[in-house]
């Protein structure tokens, strides 16, 4: 009898709009098929204010399976930009309990809420946490690149995502991954290296960090919470037990399964 199959879920780190990037990854995947996800956590740059990055997301399409993105601090608000569109181009959508938006003419690559989540996909809970500080936003607004004023969680939707997460718990359910875009203050230390030469980190917005401090009891704590993934710093690390950045590497959920 003919068993049928689950489609994989791996995770990467930031894509800043390049193709190459995407190529990268796609090399590191065998046999894609049509049910596998890749899910991006944040920085995936298909759009970043007025910039479209058209062949970027041509090469994505050519992927069989979905693409999953997070929004990053590099990243457009997909959701306030096209969620409401009258344009006939984008389009809303509901898949297993949660909803998704997504470009018509790229139907596979799909688009989380600006303001995080928790979604089942296939067998896994997973706590979304979208946004961070750009380091480079003096930069950007002195040379006229893009930046987004709005690219980390405002009060309200840190307040609301933090109640989403503690009623989830509350209520039986498991959470089994976070995929966040940066991390928790407290793992600082261990990615420190990678700070950018050049910047008074006491410069630094790190108000995201620190309330990610106040999330991490309540997956932690979870029976089933297996692993945190992130990017943001450009580097691939295993930081300790839980938490694990993510860049050129691509991960496949299943192999976080605790026996």
Not at 71 to 93: I, L
Not at 131 to 157: F, H, I, M, T
Not at 236 to 257: F, G, I, S
């Amino acid at each position: 009898m003919e068993v049928s199959r689950i489609g994989r879920i791996f995770v990467c780190g930031d894509l800043h709009g390049s193709a190459l990037a995407i190529q990268r990854i796609l090399t590191q995947i065998d046999n894609p098929q049509h049910d596998d996800f890749i899910i991006v956590c944040g920085d995936a740059g298909f759009e970043y204010q007025e910039y479209i990055m058209g062949s970027a997301k041509k090469k994505a399409k050519k992927f069989p399976g979905t693409w999953i993105v997070l929004r990053g601090n590099h990243d457009s608000r997909y959701w306030k930009e096209h969620a409401n569109s009258t344009s006939g181009k984008w389009e809303v959508f509901a898949y297993q309990d949660g909803e998704y938006l997504r470009e018509k003419k790229y139907p596979n690559i799909w688009y989380l809420p600006d303001e995080g989540c928790i979604y089942r996909l296939n067998d896994y809970n997973i706590l979304f946490i979208p946004g961070a500080y750009s380091v480079d936003k003096n930069y950007r607004l002195n040379n006229g690149y893009p930046w987004n004023p709005a690219e980390q969680l405002n009060v309200a939707e840190k307040y609301n995502l933090k109640t989403i997460a503690n009623q989830w718990c509350e209520n039986g359910f498991d959470i089994d991954f976070v995929i966040a875009h940066t991390f928790p203050m407290y793992v600082q230390p261990l990615y420190e290296d990678l700070f950018m030469s050049g910047i008074d980190q006491g410069s630094v917005d790190k108000s995201m960090e620190k309330w990610l401090n106040q999330m991490v009891m309540i997956y932690e704590n979870n029976p089933n919470f297996k692993q945190y993934f992130g990017g943001h710093f450009h580097d691939d690390r295993k930081l300790d037990e839980y938490y694990t950045m993510l860049y050129h590497k691509v991960v496949n959920l299943a192999d976080y399964e605790k026996e």
